[in-house]
């Protein structure tokens, strides 16, 4: 395979999966993309870029076929999601949201907008350092779980014998309470 084949291979690659996610600045900066490598997509970076700039940021769903890709302007970010297993779009836009607030957690709102206003190129991915294995697992609890859907809090499994000591306790507190609780109203 040439040189030419392999770059378009990676660049169709993430219409082949179940869920791929691109982010970047908007001047087409890549930051994070569920690819090994996004740098070797930086002229799909730079598309999507465009195709957003030309609708004045108005661009928010793609649907054609089997896939969908919905597009977030949060703040100087855009995220690309890229969805073929027929995921609601609002939820793809939660996956979203949630991504851009983890990277948020690295900075503050004004810090961000601030790093970008003094250089639009600026490579956002030296700050965030390791937080690619975060961002990849906000999408995999999203995927195996229904908390995020939901907002809920997440149920986790407890050994049998820790459950009853928990359900003991709260037992006796709510027998405390409702004792409280009839000495008060006497």
Same mark, same amino acid.
């Given at each position: 395979?040439?040189?030419?084949?392999?770059?378009?291979?990676?660049?169709? /690659?993430?219409?082949?999966?179940?869920?791929?996610?691109?982010?970047?600045?908007?001047?087409?900066?890549?930051?994070?993309?569920?690819?090994?490598?996004?740098?070797?997509?930086?002229?799909?970076?730079?598309?999507?870029?465009?195709?957003?700039?030309?609708?004045?940021?108005?661009?928010?769903?793609?649907?054609?076929?089997?896939?969908?890709?919905?597009?977030?302007?949060?703040?100087?970010?855009?995220?690309?999601?890229?969805?073929?297993?027929?995921?609601?779009?609002?939820?793809?836009?939660?996956?979203?949201?949630?991504?851009?607030?983890?990277?948020?957690? /690295?900075?503050?709102?004004?810090?961000?907008?601030?790093?970008?206003?003094?250089?639009?190129?600026?490579?956002?991915?030296?700050?965030?350092?390791?937080?690619?294995?975060?961002?990849?697992?906000i999408l995999e609890v999203a995927s195996s779980s229904p908390c995020l859907l939901l907002n809920a809090v997440p149920v986790l499994r407890l050994p049998g014998e820790?459950?009853?000591?928990?359900?003991?306790?709260?037992?006796?507190?709510?027998?405390?309470?409702?004792?409280?609780?009839?000495?008060?109203?006497?």
């Amino acid at each position: 395979m040439d040189a030419q084949e392999v770059h378009e291979q990676n660049e169709i /690659h993430w219409l082949r999966e179940e869920k791929y996610v691109l982010i970047f600045s908007q001047a087409g900066k890549p930051i994070f993309a569920t690819h090994p490598d996004p740098l070797k997509l930086s002229s799909l970076f730079g598309l999507l870029q465009a195709m957003l700039s030309k609708t004045n940021n108005r661009l928010h769903v793609i649907q054609a076929g089997g896939h969908k890709i919905v597009f977030s302007v949060l703040g100087p970010l855009i995220i690309v999601m890229s969805s073929r297993n027929g995921i609601p779009t609002s939820y793809i836009q939660l996956q979203a949201e949630y991504l851009y607030a983890q990277i948020l957690f /690295h900075f503050t709102l004004s810090a961000l907008q601030e790093a970008y206003r003094r250089n639009q190129a600026y490579d956002l991915r030296v700050m965030l350092g390791n937080t690619g294995n975060e961002l990849e697992g906000i999408l995999e609890v999203a995927s195996s779980s229904p908390c995020l859907l939901l907002n809920a809090v997440p149920v986790l499994r407890l050994p049998g014998e820790v459950r009853l000591a928990c359900t003991n306790v709260l037992s006796g507190v709510k027998q405390v309470s409702h004792r409280l609780e009839m000495n008060f109203n006497c």
